[in-house]
């Protein structure tokens, strides 16, 4: 029996960028559910049973610290793992989005789409010996 593709949320705005990941995850076996918005990422997060959330911060109708917060308060939603992924890398951007209980923090900058597939492989693997 195949095991279950793990299925990543991704709530990106910008389109090229979010098309551009959704290739990667998908080409490394991943099933990818992709919102262009907070607000729809959100209802996402609550409908279609991600097993992880890769969030931008600066996107319309919700910024991802806003997205991350209602995830964490949401008892169906409270225990997903997010990662945010965004061009903010600001110590205090990054101190906000861990006390907002973010597993990960990814500056868009400083990675490759290669290296976010690896932050969450990582990050699921710590999450299944937890």
Not at 61 to 69: A, E, P
């Amino acid at each position: 029996m195949e095991d279950k593709k793990i299925k990543v949320l991704l709530i990106e705005d910008e389109e090229m960028l979010a098309n551009m990941y959704e290739v990667k995850f998908q080409n490394e076996g991943f099933e990818v559910i992709k919102a262009l918005d907070g607000a729809t990422g959100l209802d996402l997060s609550k409908t279609t049973n991600p097993d992880f959330v890769l969030l931008d911060v600066i996107m319309p109708k919700m910024d991802g610290f806003s997205v991350l917060k209602a995830i964490r308060e949401d008892e169906k939603t409270k225990n997903l793992p997010v990662m945010l992924l965004t061009n903010l890398g600001q110590d205090e951007d990054i101190q906000k989005g861990k006390e907002l209980g973010a597993v990960g923090y990814l500056v868009k900058a400083n990675v490759t789409p290669a290296d976010v597939v690896e932050s969450v492989r990582k990050e699921l693997e710590k999450l299944k010996k937890a």
